[in-house]
């Protein structure tokens, strides 16, 4: 099992940046960042393979988000910068030992938490 607490969503104005945080209970493989909006399915944003350090991004928010790791905190971080109206979300860590695409499957999931950008 494992366990994984995320932190740092909120609400900001188009424009500004948020930092998300994943505390795991142990680290995998793949960890990764997703985000799912009422009435769509849960969608990949940034990934990472934790021992090489290889990271993946959704191509709308390359550019503009960075997947980072503290591996002696087991904590991923998703740095979220330039936010629109659109990436407004609830915001999922995952992790994996197997990626698939770049993104952790078949894993365990946070609670999740919640980011609004408003225009």
């Known amino acids: 099992q494992v366990q994984l607490v995320e932190s740092g969503g909120g609400s900001v104005q188009a424009g500004g940046s948020l930092r998300l945080s994943c505390a795991a209970s142990?680290?995998?493989?793949?960890m990764g960042w997703f985000r799912q909006v009422p009435g769509k399915q849960r969608e990949g944003v940034a990934g990472i393979y934790t021992v090489s350090g290889r990271t993946y991004y959704a191509d709308d928010v390359k550019g503009r988000f960075t997947i980072s790791q503290d591996n002696a905190k087991k904590t991923v971080y998703l740095q979220m910068n330039s936010l629109q109206p659109e990436d407004t979300a609830m915001y999922y860590c995952?992790?994996?030992?197997?990626?698939?695409?770049?993104?952790?499957?078949?894993?365990?999931w946070g609670q999740g938490t919640q980011v609004t950008v408003s225009s």
């Open positions: 142990r680290y995998t493989n793949c």
């Open positions: 995952a992790a994996s030992g197997y990626c698939s695409g770049g993104y952790p499957i078949r894993g365990y």
